[in-house]
């Protein structure tokens, strides 16, 4: 198969920095789309791969799926865009598409393994699978998304992982304007959650243990925050949320939120990726008839609604925009939650 050297930035082992190397890129097939890779996001899963926290990372290591920029070549099979759309792409790049979950547009759920945007099985090539920190992708056009013209196509990024990721349970949950739902952190989940929950026109709450977050989630526009180490306000929304987004990327407690939802609520778990080892109490679900869920991102179709409703409401994410080379300094700081929301790398500073 013929391929193209492109520039991309990557790491040989859990140990190294990320620098630039070189990977090869398919020749678009007949049902392909080629794009120019204008920006990318940096999402907590691309620091988890390069480092191999999760294990399992195949070397060399390209991160990046949040993914937006230009179309420069189309298959001859192609029907679905033309050269020049803005064009999107985000966790997944292919599924089984025969599956029953694939069926229902629920790709991401695929029984036989979607295939991630990086570290995925590369049937056309061999090998795996390489993400955004790069100059072009090539991507078959069934998993390519379109990207609404008003909105600013940087801040649009976060929305492939950020965006659908908290999307996809609000509307699983169907929530809308006679929802109250709450957010537990204020991180490039937490904030998408809160904008989109309002976008719904829910009521929304923020759980935070940080008083000094307060002015950041109203500014957002979250209707209340709630000090999760204040006993005073936690008792007074006991049994009040119907749904809640756990963005909280790291191992803790769970049964004082468990208390906070209303009869037949759920807690949707999105941020940590692993073993809770305390025991979570039965008391509050069993009384309660409350649920602990979880949730993985969203399928094309959903994700392409999520673009449309973003591009209706004018939301997007909140960024901070970094060159390519301050990927190491970014991923520091982004594991002392030190950005505002979501860093997106300006990739023509990979390509000068």
């Known amino acids: 198969m013929n391929t193209n050297t492109v520039k991309a930035y990557g790491t040989e082992s859990k140990e190294a920095d990320l620098k630039e190397i070189n990977i090869e890129r398919r020749e678009v097939l007949a049902n392909d789309i080629e794009i120019d890779i204008l920006f990318c996001g940096v999402c907590h899963s691309d620091l988890h791969t390069a480092r191999n926290d999760w294990g399992g990372t195949k070397y060399p290591s390209v991160p990046g799926h949040e993914i937006v920029g230009k179309i420069t070549k189309i298959g001859s099979e192609v029907s679905k865009f033309k050269v020049g759309d803005l064009a999107a792409v985000g966790c997944m790049v292919d599924s089984c598409r025969e599956c029953e979950n ?38 078959d056009e069934n998993y390519v998304l379109r990207v609404p013209e008003n909105l600013d196509l940087a801040a649009v990024a976060p929305l492939l992982c950020a965006g659908i990721t908290t999307y996809s349970p609000l509307k699983h949950w169907n929530v809308n304007e006679n929802s109250k739902v709450a957010v537990v952190g204020l991180g490039g989940l937490g904030h998408m959650a809160i904008k989109l929950a309002k976008g719904l026109g829910a009521h929304v709450s923020l759980f935070s243990r ?24 936690m008792k007074a ?25 209303d009869i037949d609520g759920t807690i949707v778990l999105q941020g940590f990726i692993g ?10 679900i069993v009384l309660g008839r409350r649920s602990i869920s979880g949730s993985l991102i969203g399928g ?33 700081r982004m594991l002392k939650s030190d950005v505002k929301y979501r860093f997106v790398i300006d990739m023509k500073s990979l390509k000068n």
């Open 102 to 139: 694939c069926k229902r547009d629920l790709e991401q759920y695929c029984t036989n393994g979607m295939v991630g945007t990086y570290n995925g099985n590369d049937k056309n090539l061999g090998g795996h699978t390489f993400g955004g920190y790069s100059e072009k992708v090539v991507v």
């Open 210 to 233: 940080s008083p000094e977050k307060t002015q950041d989630a109203l500014d957002l526009g979250a209707d209340q925050v709630i000090i999760s180490t204040n006993e005073e306000e």
């Open 237 to 261: 929304v006991q049994g009040k949320f119907d749904l809640i987004i756990d963005t909280v990327p790291y191992e803790h407690e769970l049964n004082e939120y468990v208390n906070t939802l």
């Open 275 to 284: 073993e809770l080892n305390k025991m979570i109490s039965t008391v509050p």
């Open 300 to 332: 094309i179709a959903e994700t392409q609604e999520m673009l449309d409703f973003c591009g209706e409401k004018n939301i997007v994410s909140d960024i901070e925009m970094i060159n390519m080379e301050n990927i190491n300094e970014a991923y520091e």
